[in-house]
């Protein structure tokens, strides 16, 4: 069964740490990009991070370059989200998500091929 599966979330203060992680366990040969988007309450769904196939492009919001690294592993069926100096501002449901088509910041929700079941993120003043 193709599925997205995230995992890492949890609750911290300002200023503290956190790894998402995110398997695609039917990914498909297909899929040229991994990445994140985010949603807060009230708010709509935002582009986080995405990174390419092979590893070698990225792309992150502005509210997070420097804070966030986003990565896959060797077999490319998981993407990690490394995020440091995390503030309030960051609290949010993360999906993860896949796309045939490049993912950066002026990706759209149309453009996704596959969603997570999110993962939820908060922090602490």
């Known amino acids: 069964q193709v599925q997205l599966v995230e995992s890492g979330g949890g609750f911290v203060q300002g200023g503290g740490s956190l790894r998402l992680s995110c398997t695609d366990s039917?990914?498909?040969?297909?899929?040229?990009?991994m990445g994140w988007f985010r949603q807060a309450p009230g708010k709509e769904r935002e582009f986080v991070a995405a990174?390419?196939?092979?590893?070698?492009?990225?792309y992150y919001r502005d509210s997070v370059k420097g804070r966030f690294t986003i990565s896959r592993n060797n077999a490319k069926d998981t993407v990690i989200l490394q995020m440091n100096s995390l503030k309030p501002e960051d609290t949010a449901v993360y999906y993860c998500?896949?796309?045939?088509?490049?993912?950066?910041?002026?990706?759209?929700?149309?453009?996704?091929?596959?969603w997570g079941k999110g993962t939820l993120v908060t922090v602490s003043s």
């Open positions: 998500v896949t796309s045939r088509r490049v993912m950066s910041p002026i990706t759209q929700g149309d453009d996704i091929d596959k």
């Open positions: 039917g990914r498909s040969f297909t899929s040229y990009y």
């Open positions: 990174v390419s196939w092979g590893g070698d492009t990225t």
